[in-house]
């Protein structure tokens, strides 16, 4: 509970730490991932559903893992797109495209591997969603993977649509475009990027909550990780995601 407490205060008051003593490290996922369900009770907050950090090589780059991690996501830190944010303490400072799935049904764990069919058919709904990391971490690109699961998997706010209304089953979401922009810098992302599909980072998600012994809720929705590289981004910035045929959403920050 220590890390957890160590973790969640930093959240809370903006004040960043340097790296978890020996004695409260996680030594295995499963111990970051429960480090992170006693934040969820200490912040006494709602899980709208789950994030991928690090589900392509920019994105892995940026944090200094070599593989996927699973974070939650508050629904307080959830904002509907043309609203206004405030970046406060982010230190990361970026803002990422991402494709979010709302899951129909319960998925309890299981002993083998889901595929990607399977997880889906128990997909009811399409989001577009723009995601501003951040850790709790001064140098979270050094800390490692377990300690950036236990930090949440860099998860703080998202921009994330209302249910995308047209017909989205038959997408090439593997071939996908999209961009994301602000006054500065405008960045094209692929869905390839997100471990060769989205849906394939659904699934993985899926897996590695089944493998942790983490019920998947019904109603919860997964963004799965960034299209694009990561956008600087800075109070003051208009941060629009444009993703083709399937619209556009974007977000004020202050």
Known sequence: ????????????????????????????????????????????????????????????????????????????????????????????????????????????????LFNVEEIMELVDNLHLAIEFPDSRFNNFSSVGELSLIADNACADQFVISSPIEIDWKNIDFSNFKLSISNSKFSYQGIGSNVLGDPRIALTWLVNELSQNNIMLEKGMIVSTGTCSKPIPVETGDIVTANFGELGEISINLK
Do not use: C
């Not at 996501?73 to 979010?100: D, Q, S, Y």
């Open 1 to 112: 509970m220590k890390a957890a407490e160590l973790i969640w205060n930093s959240w809370k008051n903006g004040k960043k730490i340097d790296t978890l003593p020996d004695e409260i490290m996680p030594h295995s996922r499963n111990e970051a991932y429960k480090i992170q369900e006693q934040i969820e009770v200490l912040s006494k907050k709602t899980i709208l559903g789950w994030k991928i950090a690090a589900t392509s090589k920019d994105g892995q780059n940026h944090i200094g893992v070599s593989g996927p991690l699973a974070g939650r996501i508050f629904r307080e830190k959830v904002t509907n797109p043309n609203n206004t944010i405030a970046l406060g303490n982010n230190k990361m400072g970026v803002a990422e495209p991402e494709f979010a799935f709302k899951i129909g049904s319960l998925i309890k764990p299981n002993k083998t």
